[in-house]
């Protein structure tokens, strides 16, 4: 646990947020950031978690304001202030939950970048140049293939960019086209793998084997020379932005993110269910999926254009 946090009541409540959530290591060193700013703004205020007001709460989060914090940072702060007394009132530390009458800030929720059909085809197609060049250099063919084959399988199967690297070599063996994903919060579910994912696998690994094949042994898909023995995130990433640019794309408008919305976007523009599209991204809750609802009115207006019969009237 972080020093910074020296409050008893704070740390019960990271402590509940680990052992009954299954929170993260990353999630649970957001909300002690958080909770740390809001209980030193109490104590400099001769106040703490058990005397905090609503007007207390509302002071602090017009200083998070001031101090030129966005609204969609203030307003993760402030839910987890939020979650903080409503554990306090449940457990019977409080009587009342100051924070349950707060309104958050206001916050325009910012649609995903997505890229077009033809924007990733292309995409595709600069990755796979070269790779069956016998003439060209070992590396280069390896460095396409890899980037193929990441590629194909996150646009087949719109996986977090942390869950892509960390692949095992055993999923290209798989005898069914499904992947077997372990995801955040030890959640796990399964993922169809199209054919041409499929067929990048195995290009891949067959190349790998025939020009490296010292990293036959390893574990992971993307075996590379680091900490975890597979394939950076930050490094794929920046490869990415180099593919992005040889395919004449903004470079900067281009990221594993980014190919995971268009993952998503794409499966509810040709008419996947908005429930199936959260259970094969991961998400916890449908909220999360719902910020792809913009493709879904776009879908539904057209569909009562081109169905209703009054509508060309």
Known sequence: MNPGLTDPLGRLFLDMI?????????????????????????????????????????????????????????????????????FLYVEGRRGDDPSAVIEGPRRGRPLPKVLTPAEVDRLLDVAREG??????????RLAAARMHCLLETLYATGLRVSELVSLPRSAARAREPLLAIKGKGGRERLVPLSEPARAAMKTWLTLLAELR????????????????????????????????????????????????HAFASHLLQNGADLRVVQELLGHADVSTTQIYTHVLDERTRAMVRDLHPLAGG
């Open 18 to 86: 680990a052992a009954e959530r299954g929170a993260a290591r990353n999630t649970l060193d957001a909300y002690e950031r958080d909770l740390v700013d809001y209980c030193d703004y109490l104590d400099d205020h001769g106040s703490g978690p058990m005397q905090a007001s609503t007007t207390d709460i509302r002071a602090w989060i017009e200083t998070l304001a001031a101090r030129g914090f966005k609204a969609t940072s203030m307003a993760r702060r402030l839910s987890c202030v939020r979650q903080f007394h409503r």
């Open 131 to 140: 790779i069956d060049d016998a003439g060209r250099p070992a590396a280069e």
């Open 213 to 260: 094949p010292g990293q036959g042994a390893s574990a992971w898909l993307f075996p590379a020379d680091s900490e975890s023995g597979h394939l950076p995130r930050q490094v794929f990433a920046r490869e990415l932005k180099t593919a992005a640019a040889a395919a004449g794309l903004r470079a900067d408008l281009v990221s594993p993110h980014v190919l995971r």
